[in-house]
């Protein structure tokens, strides 16, 4: 039998299955550490549901894909799109991979206070 070496911290969502004394007393048996902080989860929450959201409404509610094939080569295009090309407003008009590789925000007309403020919480998130 393969041995897998234990996780030094679980970190944990705080849904009711994660949270019982059933799973908590398995982690607390081994030498599991476990985090459940929450701070910031929130927003994290946020951001992954705004993506959901975009990638069914622009790409798997606009095509017909045929097979799990089409489907897995459409999903990558528009996840590469989403992060390399497709500006976002919550980062200054800059796309996902320019805010994470920390590149100049732009500045010009259009870029409010609000912009600059989301923006920042952006990468205090991350």
Not at 15 to 28: I, M, V, Y
Not at 87 to 107: G, I, K
């Amino acid at each position: 039998m393969h041995h897998v070496s234990p996780l030094d911290i679980q970190k944990g969502v705080q849904g009711s299955q994660f949270t019982t004394p059933r799973f908590t007393g398995l982690l607390e048996e081994s030498p599991i550490r476990i985090g459940m902080d929450g701070r910031g989860r929130w927003l994290d929450n946020v951001f992954i549901e705004r993506l959901w959201r975009s990638l069914k409404y622009e790409c798997v509610y606009l095509h017909a894909f045929e097979t799990g094939s089409e489907l897995r080569a459409g999903l990558g295009r528009w996840i590469a799109h989403y992060n390399e090309r497709r500006p976002h407003t919550a980062l200054t008009r800059r796309t996902p991979d320019e805010a994470y590789h920390d590149a100049p925000t732009p500045s010009g007309p259009g870029l409010t206070p609000d912009l600059m403020a989301n923006s920042n919480a952006v990468k205090r998130a991350a």
